[in-house]
Nanobody
């Protein structure tokens, strides 16, 4: 059974940086796409970034492109999300996810809060 635990969130001023990580376990994780979504209060969950099983193909939402970098440590199936030049509109709960594709998520982490103050 897959299990994801996200960490690394916090309170940061606009323009600052945070690095999120997601501890993953489960025998299928090594073959899964892993990604990050976010959900702000009163808004729908939205895609942020994803990385394929080997770590060499990445995709980003337009809202974070150029400011965020997703990577993957395949020895322990841990995806990371480096977020730079953070904006108040990046404030949300960030959830890690995994599945055969970014459209077929099988596991969700519990989320980590990111708050960006202006």
């Amino acid at each position: 059974q897959e299990h994801l635990v996200a960490s690394g969130g916090g309170l940061v001023q606009a323009g600052g940086s945070l690095r999120l990580s997601c501890a993953a376990s489960g025998r299928t994780m090594s073959s899964y796409v892993m990604g990050w979504f976010r959900q702000a209060p009163g808004k729908e969950r939205e895609f942020v970034a994803a990385v394929n099983w080997s770590g060499d193909i990445t995709t980003y939402a337009d809202s974070v492109k150029g400011r965020c970098t997703i990577s993957r440590h395949n020895a322990n199936n841990t995806p990371y999300l480096q977020m730079n030049s953070l904006k108040p509109e990046d404030t949300a709960v960030y959830l890690c996810a995994a599945g055969p594709s970014i459209l077929t998520i099988r596991s969700w982490g519990q989320g980590t809060q990111v708050t960006v103050s202006s």
